[in-house]
């Protein structure tokens, strides 16, 4: 199977990412998207982003199946604005493959941030299995918590995201087969990570990758940031190809696996 993970920077790129997306769409089992938002208005808002990117992707995607899960309600995207439309994370299974035990949760708690002014950012997870005789896959999409003061370093809420998950994949018994990708939003340094790598394979280490990030992301130099997105996969999953793939269609890179 061929799966792409990518962040979209909310469709600022609109037709180049949709461009790529349908160029891909032959050749690829399952897309999983970050920072998509749901609105019913085909508009661009203040910020570049495109309200109603998941109906967008949709009419290109129509052979997929789209399955979605909504950020926490009330949680900030942006500094300066509470969000006009939903936004979360989106997977497209391409048809006929089955799917099941489709579902998601939140990531951070306020609680054990209170020193935070405002609301953070994204933690959301997205799950589902595949379903592929005679074994099951668990796919997980996440959009990693995001805290305004703490960065992408360690804090309480980048430790209880990472144990949510991994405790979720622990508890995935019919399924030995786990893949987890997304945008983290953590340094490969950071302490978290670890929790990740103790029942899950990071490929970006193995692959030695530099980057996943693009020069549309302006702070990249300024706060050695190269590294947002991961792909986990358990022991088991047999990779026949990882990489990040060249196409800039977002501030992120799209990263490609080939597995079964």
């Not at 991961?230 to 990779?239: A, E, I, L, N, R």
């Given at each position: 199977m061929k799966l792409i993970s990518?962040?979209?920077?909310?469709?600022?790129?609109?037709?180049?990412?949709?461009?790529?997306?349908?160029?891909?769409?032959?050749?690829?089992?399952?897309?999983?998207?970050?920072?998509?938002?749901?609105?019913?208005?085909?508009?661009?808002?203040?910020?570049?982003?495109?309200?109603?990117?998941?109906n967008e992707i949709s009419h290109v995607l129509k052979n997929f199946q789209p399955i979605f899960h909504q950020a926490p309600k009330g949680s900030l995207y942006f500094l300066d604005s509470k969000l006009p439309v939903p936004y979360g994370v989106a997977a497209f299974i391409k048809k006929?493959?089955?799917?099941?035990?489709?579902?998601?949760?939140?990531?951070?708690?306020?609680?054990l941030i209170p020193e935070e002014e405002i609301?953070?950012?994204?933690?959301?997870?997205?799950?589902?299995?595949?379903?592929?005789?005679?074994?099951?896959?668990?796919?997980?999409?996440?959009?990693?918590?995001?805290?305004?003061k703490s960065g992408k370093g360690n804090n309480p809420t980048t430790f209880y995201q990472a144990q949510k998950v991994s405790d979720f994949f622990e508890s995935c018994r019919e399924s030995t087969k786990h893949i987890l990708v997304g945008d983290f939003n953590l340094h490969p340094q950071a302490e978290s990570i670890k929790i990740f790598e103790k029942s899950l394979r990071n490929l970006i280490k193995e692959y030695n990758i530099p980057t996943t990030r693009n020069?549309?992301?302006?702070?990249?130099?300024r706060y050695e940031d190269y590294i947002a997105d991961?792909?986990?996969?358990?022991?088991?999953?047999?990779?026949?190809?990882f990489k990040v793939l060249p196409d800039i269609v977002s501030d992120h890179q799209p990263l490609y696996l080939e597995f079964y």
């Open positions: 990518l962040n979209t920077w909310g469709g600022r790129l609109l037709n180049p990412l949709l461009q790529f997306i349908e160029s891909k769409s032959a050749d690829t089992d399952i897309f999983c998207f970050q920072e998509i938002f749901m609105g019913d208005k085909a508009e661009t808002d203040s910020h570049g982003v495109r309200l109603n990117l998941l006929p493959i089955q799917t099941e035990k489709i579902g998601g949760f939140p990531t951070w708690e306020k609680s609301e953070p950012s994204n933690g959301n997870f997205l799950h589902f299995d595949i379903k592929t005789p005679p074994e099951n896959i668990t796919l997980g999409n996440l959009h990693g918590f995001l805290t305004f020069s549309n992301y302006k702070d990249m130099e991961y792909c986990f996969v358990s022991s088991d999953v047999k990779v026949e190809s």
